[in-house]
């Protein structure tokens, strides 16, 4: 089995990211490429599961255009979400049955690989049965949301994946209903240390991405390797070597 080859790629817009895990998803699923996970916080954004409904966008449309954060509607499942600074968002590229995996415990692998970071960080945090992502006090009176997933399969290859709130400017989250839920608080691992209005920080977001890959790789099964190359260079690896290759490049 070839390793889960993490690429650490600093702050991305986010069509670009899209686009680059849209193309390596495809080249998984042609076999030639292995495993990828993708690892970076976006500029301000809003995206829209394909199902998600708009009118959990609260900011009138001018407010965002005026701030230059763009609304997008992608394909994974989930309702609104808001990506942006400060906030570590992971894009796993996986072929499921290569690794004996279903969907369901994918989900839960991506769901204690966030917990598992946010307690390396002297956060406590899991699941919340029945609402997937990331959650503080999830049985408690104050229940609050410190990471969100969404995943897209096709062809066998699981995408999209989570994003977690590291040092997340959370008035950011009063432009949307967050997860189509109105009311639910969000918080980060900063706010929970009482560090509400310290600056996002992308030194901090790549301390949890090191923390957020051997956790997912080990709730997976695999072996993890860390690659300083840009991703796009296996895809253009793979366009030369052909299907089959699976470079770990």
Same mark, same amino acid.
């Given at each position: 089995?070839?390793?889960?080859?993490?690429?650490?790629?600093?702050?991305?817009? #986010?069509?670009?990211?899209?686009?680059? +895990?849209?193309?390596?998803?495809?080249?998984r699923?042609? $076999?030639?490429?292995?495993?990828?996970?993708?690892?970076?916080?976006?500029?301000?954004?809003?995206?829209?599961?394909? +199902?998600?409904?708009?009118?959990?966008?609260?900011?009138?449309?001018?407010?965002?255009?005026? +701030? $230059?954060?763009?609304?997008?509607?992608?394909?994974?499942?989930?309702?609104?979400? #808001?990506?942006?600074?400060? +906030?570590?968002?992971? #894009?796993?590229?996986?072929?499921?049955?290569?690794? $004996?995996?279903?969907?369901?415990? #994918?989900?839960?692998?991506?769901?204690?690989?966030?917990?598992?970071?946010?307690?390396?960080?002297?956060?406590?945090?899991?699941?919340?049965?029945?609402?997937?992502?990331?959650?503080? *006090?999830?049985?408690?009176?104050?229940?609050?949301?410190?990471?969100?997933?969404?995943?897209?399969?096709?062809?066998?290859?699981a995408?999209?994946?989570?994003?977690?709130?590291? !040092?997340?400017?959370?008035?950011?989250?009063?432009?949307?209903?967050?997860?189509?839920?109105?009311?639910?608080?969000?918080? !980060?691992?900063?706010?929970?240390?009482?560090?509400?209005?310290?600056?996002p !920080?992308?030194?901090?977001?790549?301390?949890?991405?090191?923390?957020?890959?051997?956790?997912?790789?080990q709730?997976i099964?695999?072996?993890?390797?860390?690659s300083?190359? *840009?991703?796009?260079?296996?895809?253009?690896?793979?366009?030369?070597?052909?299907?089959?290759?699976?470079?770990?490049?």
């Amino acid at each position: 089995m070839q390793p889960l080859v993490a690429h650490w790629m600093g702050r991305v817009p #986010y069509r670009e990211a899209w686009d680059l +895990q849209k193309a390596l998803a495809v080249a998984r699923a042609r $076999g030639e490429i292995g495993d990828r996970l993708l690892l970076l916080e976006h500029p301000p954004v809003l995206t829209l599961g394909r +199902q998600a409904d708009d009118a959990h966008v609260l900011a009138p449309a001018g407010m965002l255009e005026a +701030q $230059g954060i763009e609304v997008i509607r992608v394909e994974r499942g989930g309702e609104v979400t #808001y990506h942006g600074p400060g +906030q570590l968002v992971a #894009y796993p590229i996986v072929k499921l049955a290569d690794r $004996g995996l279903f969907l369901r415990e #994918y989900v839960r692998a991506l769901e204690g690989a966030m917990a598992d970071t946010c307690a390396a960080n002297g956060v406590e945090a899991g699941r919340r049965e029945g609402h997937p992502g990331c959650w503080v *006090d999830a049985e408690g009176p104050l229940v609050r949301k410190i990471g969100a997933l969404g995943v897209r399969v096709e062809r066998g290859v699981a995408y999209h994946g989570i994003a977690l709130n590291v !040092s997340t400017r959370l008035a950011d989250f009063g432009l949307i209903d967050p997860c189509g839920m109105p009311g639910l608080r969000s918080t !980060s691992i900063a706010a929970e240390h009482g560090r509400r209005q310290d600056p996002p !920080s992308t030194a901090s977001v790549e301390a949890a991405a090191r923390v957020f890959a051997p956790a997912l790789a080990q709730r997976i099964d695999a072996n993890l390797a860390w690659s300083a190359a *840009d991703p796009r260079t296996a895809l253009a690896e793979a366009e030369t070597a052909g299907p089959g290759a699976g470079s770990a490049r």
